[in-house]
């Protein structure tokens, strides 16, 4: 791997661990391995500057560890760039530019040409055609937010630098957001329920926060214990749950869902196994039962937009 340092050379410039232990979410380091950026943070027998790639197939699976059998943490959408740290046995080791997420994804679903994207998917989900034609047969299908190197819009069509076409209605150019993330919640209603998903064929509950964050240019961490660390502002709600606003996030230890008003919360649950609308009250009752109660609610502010 290319930019490859050794660890340790001398007693001198040995790096020393932080006192605080780096979340491997969120930082690229193993017991053999770690990103060249993390040098005098962690101790590793070498570190890689990595290489850049970008995900070529319409969502892929990011797991904790390389096999296929395992469960997935989140999903890779087209269009991401990633930093590859090594590649074995058909899996590389990545960090998600975007979120800067870590973990494996099969090699050959990453291209070495990395596009700039100038567009991004605006509708719930979209296809892509061989030809400028909605009757010809899709090349894969594509989720909101995928991101897009568009050559020439030409009409209703607009044309991939990577070949292929997509409906010129179903994208927006880079830096042109959505106005409201409720809004992208709730037609977001009615997702499968999927563990680590974060498209409209299955979503988790931080996956839809993000997801709808990131259509409205909203920068957001993955999983919700991140989410509720990193967002918003904490708010006081009584016992009653009165006072909450449209655009609130409701923590659960695990769990997080979003308010469309003062009583209407949307979040995508296990119990129904799909994204919902219900009363807040309703779903924290029965939340409780299982010991759980509301650990946080958090107000958004002033928005730090995605660069």
């Not at 957001?177 to 999927?194: A, I």
């Not at 923590?251 to 919360?265: A, I, Q, R, S």
């Amino acid at each position: 791997m290319t930019g490859e340092k050794r660890g340790g050379t001398s007693a001198g410039d040995e790096p020393s661990r932080t006192a605080a232990p780096l979340d491997p979410r969120r930082f690229p380091f193993r017991a053999d391995l770690a990103a060249q950026s993390l040098y005098g943070k962690v101790t590793a027998p070498r570190y890689v500057s990595g290489t850049r790639r970008q995900v070529a197939r319409p969502a892929v699976p990011l797991r904790r560890k390389p096999v296929a059998s395992a469960g997935f943490e989140t999903e890779a959408i087209f269009g991401e760039a990633a930093t590859v740290f090594d590649e074995a046995e058909g899996w590389a080791w990545v960090q998600l530019d975007h979120d800067g997420y870590v973990g494996y994804l099969p090699a050959d679903t990453l291209s070495a040409e990395v596009r700039d994207s100038t567009h991004r998917v605006r509708a719930l989900g979209t296809f892509v055609y061989p030809v400028p034609d909605m009757k010809a047969p899709p090349l894969m299908h594509l989720s909101l937010n995928a991101r897009l190197a568009v050559a020439v819009v030409d009409g209703a069509f607009a044309r991939l630098e990577s070949g292929g076409y997509v409906v010129a209605r179903h994208i927006g150019e880079t830096g042109r957001f959505e106005r409201d993330f409720v809004e992208v919640v709730e037609r977001l209603v009615g997702t499968p329920y999927l563990w680590g998903g974060k498209t409209r064929i299955g979503l988790d509950c931080s996956g839809l926060v993000q997801l709808s964050l990131h259509a409205a240019g909203m920068i957001c961490p993955r999983d919700s214990d991140m989410q509720q660390a990193e967002l918003g502002t904490n708010v006081l709600i009584p016992d009653s749950l009165d006072g909450l606003e449209r655009g609130d996030l409701v923590f659960w230890k695990g769990h997080v869902g979003v308010m469309v008003d003062g009583l209407m919360l949307v979040h995508a649950n296990a119990h129904h196994m799909e994204t919902v609308v219900e009363t807040l009250h309703d779903a924290a009752a029965r939340i409780a039962k299982t010991g759980q109660g509301i650990a946080a609610i958090k107000r958004f502010g002033a928005t730090k937009r995605v660069a």
